[in-house]
């Protein structure tokens, strides 16, 4: 499973705070935390007015890569932003993200065409979150012959179904995985990804609900999320349903992950 880390983020008040303050210790922590609990790429999504978000895209990436060698994942709905805050970083990471609204793809695809950058893709457009699958997959295949386009590989991408909450949307799950499967079904390279906790707003017990997801989710065909790595639970569901899926081989990769105390157990 491909963990993106989600807790440098500017929207949650705590990293607002330390952004604001300018608080480099904070950031290095959260950092470092989701690097030695396994994440892929960390994400750095800075929340702040357009005019100061490059520079401050800039410091957050600079004190991630002071602590760790683990990829960014550059995350800001201005897709300018995504591009220019490339420069910044050591090596190729993830952009999170683009979609089918505006000139996203036009903006992004240019940009990583002749790098190994990854990135995320949402399947929106510009009237919004389609309710149904077939409108989604239609947002999925304007944005395959795009990747096609600029000679990106499907395996650089990682497409977002878009996970609705469930106290609004009931149908959303259902629509979710079969977005899911049909994707996987098109293009098996193709990585599928989503915020997971996305599912539980507005409900209690919300960490319940979110594993239960990641197993419907992953039993569909993600192979990616963008979660807490450092949340032992979600992590030891992931791990497990891995196990389950025969996705890892005599599960060494579970074994590994608890002796490494990424969950079971608390450190």
Known sequence: MIIIGEKINGAVPAVGDAIAGRDADFVRHLAKIQSDAGAAFIDVCASVKNNAEVETLKWLIDLVQEVTDTPISIDSPHAVACVDAIKFCKEPGLINSVSGEGDKVEVVFPGIAATKWECVALLCDDTGIPHTAQKRLDVFAEIMSKAKEYNIDPSRLHID??????????????????????????????????????????LP???????????????????????????????????????????????????????????????
Not at 176 to 188: D, G, M, N, Q, S
Not at 210 to 226: C, E, K, R, T
Request: proline share 3%; with cysteine.
């Open 205 to 267: 017990a919300r960490r319940l609900i979110n594993q239960a997801f990641a197993v419907l989710a992953m039993n569909a065909g993600a192979d990616s999320a963008i979660i807490d790595p450092a949340n032992q639970d979600l992590m030891g569901m992931i791990y497990a349903t891995e196990a389950l899926l025969g996705r890892d081989e005599f599960c060494r990769e579970y074994i590994g992950a608890y002796r490494e105390g990424l969950f079971g157990h608390k450190k």
């Open 161 to 202: 179904p878009l996970v609705e909450m469930l106290c609004t949307s009931e149908d959303g799950i259902n629509v979710a995985v079969e977005v899911i499967k049909e994707i996987k079904t098109r293009y098996p390279a193709v990585h599928v990804t989503g915020g997971f906790s996305n599912i539980s707003f507005n």
